[in-house]
């Protein structure tokens, strides 16, 4: 059993998602590694990594819009220490994932062909993210 790790900083331009998927791809490759599992951990509680869709950006837009309305600034949350958009953030976040965990296959992502991996920023402004790979197998 070979266990590899990595830590990747991700840039986030504000809300919205971030295809890490080939920066995820690239740790798995130099893990050797080419049957196990790969667990992706952000280190965060205002964004999210989620598996979705990589072929319609409409996808990612409604995803967006729905979180928005699901956890809204304008409801009348106590926490608000960095902002009107912090707690619903944390809210998002806590609806959404903070780990993925992805089956590797011939030494690849075993994502199927619509899939892509994503930091999904709940704030507003950029931020710069912390997300580690864990990679396990043989």
């Given at each position: 059993m070979?266990?590899?790790q990595a830590e990747?900083?991700?840039s986030t331009p504000g809300r919205g998602a971030v295809d890490i998927t080939s920066r995820i791809a690239d740790v798995v490759a130099e893990s050797g590694i080419t049957t196990g599992l790969a667990t992706v951990f952000?280190?965060?509680?205002?964004?999210?990594?989620?598996?979705?869709?990589?072929a319609d950006p409409a996808v990612l837009r409604d995803?967006?819009?729905?979180?928005?309305?699901?956890?809204?600034?304008?409801?009348?949350?106590?926490h608000?220490?960095?902002?009107p958009d912090d707690m619903p953030a944390h809210a998002r976040?806590?609806?959404?994932r903070t780990s993925e965990q992805i089956p590797i296959v011939r030494a690849r992502l075993g994502l199927g062909t619509w899939q892509g991996i994503y930091v999904w920023e709940h704030r507003r402004r950029p931020h710069e993210r912390r997300v580690?790979?864990?990679v396990t197998g043989i």
């Amino acid at each position: 059993m070979k266990i590899h790790q990595a830590e990747l900083v991700i840039s986030t331009p504000g809300r919205g998602a971030v295809d890490i998927t080939s920066r995820i791809a690239d740790v798995v490759a130099e893990s050797g590694i080419t049957t196990g599992l790969a667990t992706v951990f952000i280190r965060h509680t205002s964004a999210s990594l989620v598996i979705q869709e990589n072929a319609d950006p409409a996808v990612l837009r409604d995803l967006g819009r729905f979180f928005e309305e699901l956890a809204s600034e304008s409801y009348p949350w106590e926490h608000d220490a960095e902002g009107p958009d912090d707690m619903p953030a944390h809210a998002r976040c806590a609806v959404m994932r903070t780990s993925e965990q992805i089956p590797i296959v011939r030494a690849r992502l075993g994502l199927g062909t619509w899939q892509g991996i994503y930091v999904w920023e709940h704030r507003r402004r950029p931020h710069e993210r912390r997300v580690i790979v864990h990679v396990t197998g043989i």
